[in-house]
Protein backbone atom coordinates (compact mmCIF):
# COMPACT_ATOMS: atom_id res chain seq x y z
CA UNK A 1 0.00 0.00 0.00
CA UNK A 2 1.40 3.29 -1.17
CA UNK A 3 1.22 5.59 1.44
CA UNK A 4 2.29 9.68 0.75
CA UNK A 5 3.29 12.44 3.56
CA UNK A 6 3.59 16.04 3.20
CA UNK A 7 6.10 17.91 5.63
CA UNK A 8 7.66 21.14 6.03
CA UNK A 9 7.03 24.33 7.67
CA UNK A 10 3.04 25.54 8.55
CA UNK A 11 4.08 28.85 8.70
CA UNK A 12 5.41 31.07 6.28
CA UNK A 13 6.42 34.88 6.02
CA UNK A 14 4.98 37.27 3.28
CA UNK A 15 7.48 37.55 0.19
CA UNK A 16 9.18 34.51 1.35
CA UNK A 17 9.57 31.12 -0.32
CA UNK A 18 7.48 27.76 1.00
CA UNK A 19 8.67 24.46 0.67
CA UNK A 20 7.18 21.34 1.34
CA UNK A 21 8.33 17.85 1.07
CA UNK A 22 6.31 14.65 0.35
CA UNK A 23 7.46 11.25 1.23
CA UNK A 24 6.70 8.06 -0.74
CA UNK A 25 6.50 4.91 1.64
CA UNK A 26 5.43 1.01 0.40
CA UNK A 27 6.83 1.74 -3.35
CA UNK A 28 9.26 3.09 -5.51
CA UNK A 29 9.17 6.67 -6.71
CA UNK A 30 11.26 5.17 -9.58
CA UNK A 31 8.72 2.25 -10.25
CA UNK A 32 6.51 2.91 -12.96
CA UNK A 33 5.57 5.56 -15.26
CA UNK A 34 3.81 7.64 -12.33
CA UNK A 35 3.12 11.61 -11.83
CA UNK A 36 4.28 12.93 -8.37
CA UNK A 37 1.64 15.99 -7.99
CA UNK A 38 1.32 18.91 -5.66
CA UNK A 39 -2.44 20.18 -5.14
CA UNK A 40 -3.64 23.10 -2.83
CA UNK A 41 -6.81 23.76 -0.98
CA UNK A 42 -7.27 27.13 0.26
CA UNK A 43 -10.08 26.92 3.50
CA UNK A 44 -13.38 27.02 2.89
CA UNK A 45 -12.55 26.90 -1.03
CA UNK A 46 -11.94 24.57 -4.01
CA UNK A 47 -9.21 22.75 -5.53
CA UNK A 48 -6.04 23.95 -7.57
CA UNK A 49 -3.54 21.56 -9.20
CA UNK A 50 -0.58 22.55 -9.03
CA UNK A 51 2.09 20.69 -10.78
CA UNK A 52 3.29 17.42 -11.12
CA UNK A 53 6.68 15.66 -11.88
CA UNK A 54 8.10 12.33 -13.39
CA UNK A 55 10.77 10.41 -11.58
CA UNK A 56 12.88 11.10 -14.47
CA UNK A 57 12.52 14.91 -13.74
CA UNK A 58 9.95 15.79 -16.05
CA UNK A 59 7.92 18.57 -14.66
CA UNK A 60 4.71 20.56 -15.77
CA UNK A 61 3.40 23.28 -13.99
CA UNK A 62 0.26 25.07 -13.57
CA UNK A 63 0.20 28.23 -15.62
CA UNK A 64 -0.51 30.37 -12.82
CA UNK A 65 2.20 29.53 -10.63
CA UNK A 66 4.63 28.09 -13.20
CA UNK A 67 7.03 31.85 -12.81
CA UNK A 68 6.74 31.22 -8.83
CA UNK A 69 6.94 27.33 -8.84
CA UNK A 70 9.67 24.42 -8.53
CA UNK A 71 8.72 20.63 -8.46
CA UNK A 72 11.99 18.39 -8.11
CA UNK A 73 12.22 14.93 -7.33
CA UNK A 74 14.95 12.96 -4.92
CA UNK A 75 14.96 9.54 -5.85
CA UNK A 76 17.67 8.17 -3.09
CA UNK A 77 15.30 9.61 -0.65
CA UNK A 78 11.77 8.25 -2.56
CA UNK A 79 10.87 12.70 -1.95
CA UNK A 80 9.60 14.77 -4.22
CA UNK A 81 9.27 18.51 -3.31
CA UNK A 82 7.27 22.28 -3.91
CA UNK A 83 8.93 25.56 -3.41
CA UNK A 84 6.59 28.46 -4.45
CA UNK A 85 8.46 31.79 -3.97
CA UNK A 86 7.31 35.04 -3.26
CA UNK A 87 4.01 33.81 -1.57
CA UNK A 88 1.27 36.07 -0.16
CA UNK A 89 -1.66 35.56 1.63
CA UNK A 90 -3.36 33.72 -1.25
CA UNK A 91 -1.13 30.95 -0.86
CA UNK A 92 -3.01 30.04 2.53
CA UNK A 93 -3.90 26.40 1.85
CA UNK A 94 -3.87 23.13 2.58
CA UNK A 95 -1.18 21.49 0.31
CA UNK A 96 -2.06 17.82 -0.44
CA UNK A 97 0.87 15.32 -2.36
CA UNK A 98 -0.47 12.38 -4.70
CA UNK A 99 0.55 10.23 -7.07
CA UNK A 100 -1.50 9.80 -10.33
CA UNK A 101 -1.44 6.36 -10.59
CA UNK A 102 -4.86 5.49 -11.74
CA UNK A 103 -3.68 4.70 -15.52
CA UNK A 104 -5.74 3.87 -18.37
CA UNK A 105 -3.89 3.76 -22.08
CA UNK A 106 -3.99 7.64 -22.68
CA UNK A 107 -4.99 8.96 -18.84
CA UNK A 108 -3.72 8.90 -15.28
CA UNK A 109 -5.75 10.27 -12.63
CA UNK A 110 -4.77 10.76 -9.03
CA UNK A 111 -4.92 7.57 -6.75
CA UNK A 112 -3.04 8.16 -3.49
CA UNK A 113 -3.09 11.14 -1.55
CA UNK A 114 -1.20 12.28 1.17
CA UNK A 115 -3.33 13.69 4.40
CA UNK A 116 -2.69 17.26 3.58
CA UNK A 117 -0.23 19.90 5.20
CA UNK A 118 -2.31 23.20 6.26
CA UNK A 119 0.69 25.96 5.38
CA UNK A 120 -0.17 29.77 6.73
CA UNK A 121 1.26 32.77 5.07
CA UNK A 122 1.21 35.38 7.75
CA UNK A 123 3.98 37.59 9.33
CA UNK B 1 -6.47 28.72 -17.72
CA UNK B 2 -10.67 29.20 -15.73
CA UNK B 3 -11.66 27.13 -13.19
CA UNK B 4 -14.92 24.80 -14.02
CA UNK B 5 -18.43 26.02 -12.72
CA UNK B 6 -20.38 24.05 -10.76
CA UNK B 7 -23.07 24.75 -8.56
CA UNK B 8 -22.33 25.90 -5.26
CA UNK B 9 -25.07 23.77 -3.17
CA UNK B 10 -27.01 20.88 -3.54
CA UNK B 11 -29.06 19.24 -1.68
CA UNK B 12 -31.33 15.49 -1.29
CA UNK B 13 -33.70 13.43 0.58
CA UNK B 14 -32.31 9.94 0.96
CA UNK B 15 -33.11 7.91 -1.53
CA UNK B 16 -33.23 10.12 -4.08
CA UNK B 17 -31.41 11.12 -7.53
CA UNK B 18 -29.18 14.46 -7.87
CA UNK B 19 -26.99 15.95 -10.86
CA UNK B 20 -24.42 18.09 -10.67
CA UNK B 21 -23.34 19.70 -13.41
CA UNK B 22 -19.49 21.35 -14.68
CA UNK B 23 -19.45 23.46 -17.33
CA UNK B 24 -15.88 24.33 -18.99
CA UNK B 25 -14.95 25.28 -22.78
CA UNK B 26 -14.01 23.95 -25.41
CA UNK B 27 -10.53 24.23 -24.56
CA UNK B 28 -11.02 21.83 -21.64
CA UNK B 29 -14.13 19.26 -20.89
CA UNK B 30 -15.51 20.06 -24.87
CA UNK B 31 -12.16 18.99 -26.06
CA UNK B 32 -11.00 16.28 -24.24
CA UNK B 33 -13.02 12.77 -22.61
CA UNK B 34 -10.71 13.45 -19.65
CA UNK B 35 -12.85 14.67 -17.26
CA UNK B 36 -12.95 12.60 -13.90
CA UNK B 37 -15.65 13.87 -10.46
CA UNK B 38 -13.54 13.47 -6.55
CA UNK B 39 -15.61 13.22 -3.87
CA UNK B 40 -14.24 15.51 -0.06
CA UNK B 41 -15.25 14.74 2.95
CA UNK B 42 -14.44 16.71 5.85
CA UNK B 43 -10.78 17.29 6.69
CA UNK B 44 -9.87 14.22 4.43
CA UNK B 45 -8.25 13.79 0.94
CA UNK B 46 -10.09 13.98 -2.12
CA UNK B 47 -11.29 10.56 -3.78
CA UNK B 48 -11.33 9.91 -7.31
CA UNK B 49 -15.40 8.62 -8.16
CA UNK B 50 -15.09 8.44 -11.95
CA UNK B 51 -12.39 8.94 -14.54
CA UNK B 52 -12.18 9.21 -18.23
CA UNK B 53 -15.76 11.05 -18.26
CA UNK B 54 -17.83 7.95 -17.50
CA UNK B 55 -15.47 4.89 -15.61
CA UNK B 56 -15.35 4.23 -12.21
CA UNK B 57 -12.47 3.18 -10.15
CA UNK B 58 -13.32 -0.31 -8.74
CA UNK B 59 -14.69 -0.09 -5.31
CA UNK B 60 -16.94 3.16 -6.23
CA UNK B 61 -20.25 2.76 -5.93
CA UNK B 62 -22.49 2.24 -9.35
CA UNK B 63 -24.55 4.90 -7.69
CA UNK B 64 -22.39 7.22 -9.06
CA UNK B 65 -22.57 7.73 -12.75
CA UNK B 66 -21.43 10.46 -14.83
CA UNK B 67 -21.38 11.91 -18.60
CA UNK B 68 -20.59 14.76 -20.93
CA UNK B 69 -22.20 16.87 -24.05
CA UNK B 70 -20.20 19.52 -25.30
CA UNK B 71 -18.80 21.44 -22.78
CA UNK B 72 -20.86 20.45 -19.66
CA UNK B 73 -20.00 17.53 -17.94
CA UNK B 74 -22.38 16.19 -15.26
CA UNK B 75 -22.04 13.52 -12.19
CA UNK B 76 -25.32 12.02 -10.91
CA UNK B 77 -25.35 10.00 -7.75
CA UNK B 78 -29.20 7.96 -7.30
CA UNK B 79 -30.19 6.62 -4.01
CA UNK B 80 -28.59 9.25 -2.26
CA UNK B 81 -27.74 8.07 1.05
CA UNK B 82 -26.14 9.74 4.56
CA UNK B 83 -22.39 8.88 3.60
CA UNK B 84 -23.06 10.75 0.45
CA UNK B 85 -23.24 13.87 2.04
CA UNK B 86 -19.84 15.66 0.94
CA UNK B 87 -17.92 18.09 -1.55
CA UNK B 88 -17.83 17.08 -5.04
CA UNK B 89 -15.44 18.35 -7.46
CA UNK B 90 -15.17 17.96 -11.31
CA UNK B 91 -11.88 18.21 -13.43
CA UNK B 92 -10.73 18.55 -16.57
CA UNK B 93 -7.65 17.56 -18.66
CA UNK B 94 -6.90 21.30 -20.70
CA UNK B 95 -3.83 20.90 -22.76
CA UNK B 96 -0.17 20.52 -22.23
CA UNK B 97 -0.72 17.73 -19.11
CA UNK B 98 -2.14 20.44 -17.04
CA UNK B 99 -5.42 19.77 -15.48
CA UNK B 100 -8.77 22.34 -14.36
CA UNK B 101 -10.76 22.09 -11.98
CA UNK B 102 -14.33 23.05 -10.36
CA UNK B 103 -14.65 24.99 -7.46
CA UNK B 104 -16.75 22.26 -5.45
CA UNK B 105 -20.62 21.81 -4.69
CA UNK B 106 -21.65 20.64 -1.46
CA UNK B 107 -23.95 18.27 -1.72
CA UNK B 108 -26.24 18.02 1.98
CA UNK B 109 -28.49 14.98 2.62
CA UNK B 110 -31.54 16.06 4.32
Known amino acids: QVQLQESGPGLVKPSQTLSLTCTVS??????????WSWFRQPPGKGLEWIGY???????YYNPSLKSRLTISVDTSKNQFSLRLSSVTAADTAVYYC???????????????WGQGTLVTVSS | QSALTQPASLSGSPGQSITISCTGT?????????VSWYQQHPGKAPKLMIY???KRPSGVSNRFSASKSGNTASLTISGLQAEDEADYYC??????????FGGGTKLTVL
Open chain 1, 26 to 35: GGSISSGDYF
Open chain 1, 98 to 112: ARFGYCTPTSCYPDY
Open chain 2, 91 to 100: SSYTSSYTWV
Open chain 2, 26 to 34: NSDVGAYNY
Open chain 2, 52 to 54: DVT
Open chain 1, 53 to 59: IKYSGTT
